[in-house]
Nanobody, 121 residues
Framework: QVQLVESGGGLVQPGGSLRLSCAASGSILRVDGMGWYRQAPGKERELVATITRGGSTNYADSVKGRFTISRDNAKNTVYLEMSSLKPEDTAVYYC???????????????WGQGTQVTVSS
């Protein structure tokens, strides 16, 4: 069993910054790719950014230059540093891990429960 727990969401003014964190817990030996997705009201869930275990990153065009994804493999934690936030960044942000090796299993497609980010004046 693997749990992903996000934190760091909240209300921020346009142009402001937030840092999201997501920690994976359980009897984890290794977490491969991790990432962030978001879902705005009335819209489909969309990719924000991903990062491999080795640190290679990928970003949605809409966040390039404003968001930075990083991870700490020792802590099984992924971060999303968001700056120059816009009202259109308002969404529930979800953490994901594509493959997690535990002491007893290989778990694919894990998701957190999400954290709300609201950008508004």
């Amino acid at each position: 069993q693997v749990q992903l727990v996000e934190s760091g969401g909240g209300l921020v003014q346009p142009g402001g910054s937030l840092r999201l964190s997501c920690a994976a817990s359980g009897s984890i030996l290794r977490v491969d790719g991790m990432g962030w997705y978001r879902q705005a009201p009335g819209k489909e869930r969309e990719l924000v950014a991903t990062i491999t275990r080795g640190g290679s990153t990928n970003y949605a065009d809409s966040v390039k230059g404003r968001f930075t994804i990083s991870r700490d493999n020792a802590k099984n934690t992924v971060y999303l540093e968001m700056s120059s936030l816009k009202p259109e960044d308002t969404a529930v942000y979800y953490c994901t891990a594509d493959r997690t090796l535990t002491v007893s299993d290989i778990i694919t497609g894990s998701w957190g429960q999400g954290t709300q980010v609201t950008v508004s004046s």
